[in-house]
């Protein structure tokens, strides 16, 4: 089991930043990729920015340039920098987390969401 916490959400001006951090815990020692997805109102959730073990990172296409994802594999924290917010990054933003075992194969998990709020 990893258990995903995640915090920073608020509300922001357009063009402001914010960043949200996320702590796993549990058999953190399994996760594979790490990831922010959000999902607005009346939309379907979608993906923002992933990264894996090795640090390797993707993104949607509307964040690029403006969003950075990171992560502290001793500190098993995952972050993401949110600059130059536009209203249309207004979400519910969830971290996810997939992590393998032997015994309980592969699996995500998912944090509770924290709420991103970006007035124009």
Not at 19 to 38: D, P, Q
Not at 68 to 87: A, E, V
Not at 90 to 107: F, I, M
């Amino acid at each position: 089991q990893v258990r995903l916490v995640e915090s920073g959400g608020g509300l922001v001006q357009a063009g402001g930043s914010l960043k949200l951090s996320c702590e796993a815990s549990g058999e953190t020692f399994a996760i594979t990729v790490m990831g922010w997805h959000r999902q607005a109102p009346g939309a379907q959730r979608e993906m923002v920015a992933t990264i894996d073990n090795g640090g390797s990172t993707t993104y949607v296409d509307s964040v690029k340039g403006r969003f950075t994802i990171s992560r502290d594999n001793y500190k098993n924290t995952l972050s993401l920098q949110m600059n130059s917010l536009k209203p249309e990054d207004t979400a519910v933003y969830y971290c996810n987390a997939e992590h393998q075992t032997p015994w309980n194969g592969s699996r995500s998990s998912w944090g509770q969401g924290t709420l991103v709020t970006v007035s124009s």
